[in-house]
């Protein structure tokens, strides 16, 4: 099991270009949620989904885009780059069915994006 | 989701016991407790849950308060290797809404 898999691990990028980051999960979760953590913050989310073809937003959604097209797969996309937008960003999955042990999150290694 | 709050940072010494306490004092019954931490440059990684009772698992022990108001997460015997920042979050299980609040956590500093 590979767990969560982000890439890439590291990108700069200059105000407006776009780019999309990457999450993989391999453990069936139907769960799958994008966080950014700014320096000497808690995570903040930013979109969420609870299964394929259903997505949500979370607490940060502007200037970000999401799709969820197959169980192990959630891309983020950032559609004009701003350097608000420099953080590092983590990927999570959890199982979404009842029980306490469905919110249990597992995840990524992160993403650090530098937006010149 | 109720919000908690936890100290900025504690400091302890290697092979000694650590308890990195949380309050939660606007709790509600539904609300399991979760302890995540995050070492230097890498994801968060799940410790810890519980509800009413203690909690004992490989990594650590959850101590929760009679009332609920408040949790502590023990570990029985720092390494250098749990140095991290720790998170407790309240998660409602019944709640569809993803929205949990991470606040800043507390920064554990492991001395030798």
């Known amino acids: 099991n590979a767990g969560v898999t982000q890439t890439p691990k590291f990108q700069v990028l200059k105000t407006g270009q776009s780019m999309t980051l990457q999450c993989a999960q391999d453990?069936?979760?139907?769960?799958m949620s994008w966080y950014r953590q700014d320096p000497g913050m808690g995570l903040r989310l930013i979109h969420y989904?609870?299964?394929?073809?259903?997505?949500d937003q979370g607490e940060v959604p502007n200037g970000y885009n999401v799709s969820r097209s197959t169980t192990e797969d959630f891309p983020l996309r950032l559609l004009s780059a701003a350097p608000s937008q420099t953080s590092v960003y983590f990927c999570?999955?959890?199982?979404?069915?009842?029980?306490?042990?469905?919110?249990?999150?597992?995840f990524g290694a992160g993403s650090r994006l530098t937006v010149l | 989701d109720a919000k908690t709050t936890q100290p900025n940072s504690m400091e302890s010494n290697e092979e000694e016991p650590v308890h990195l306490p949380c309050n939660h004092s606007t709790i509600s019954g539904t609300d399991y407790i979760h302890w995540y931490r995050q070492l230097p440059s890498q994801g968060p990684e799940y410790v810890i849950h519980?509800?009413?009772?203690?909690v004992n698992n490989r990594m650590a022990s959850l101590a929760i308060a009679e009332d609920r108001k408040s949790s502590t997460l023990i570990l029985h015997r720092a390494t250098l290797r749990d140095a991290a920042v720790y998170y407790c979050i309240l998660r409602d299980v019944g709640d569809s809404n993803y929205q949990l609040i991470w606040g800043a956590g507390t920064k554990l500093i492991i001395k030798p």
């Open positions: 453990m069936n979760h139907e769960y």
């Open positions: 989904s609870v299964g394929a073809g259903i997505t």
């Open positions: 999570a999955s959890s199982y979404w069915t009842g029980g306490p042990g469905a919110n249990v999150l597992t």
């Open positions: 519980g509800l009413t009772s203690n």
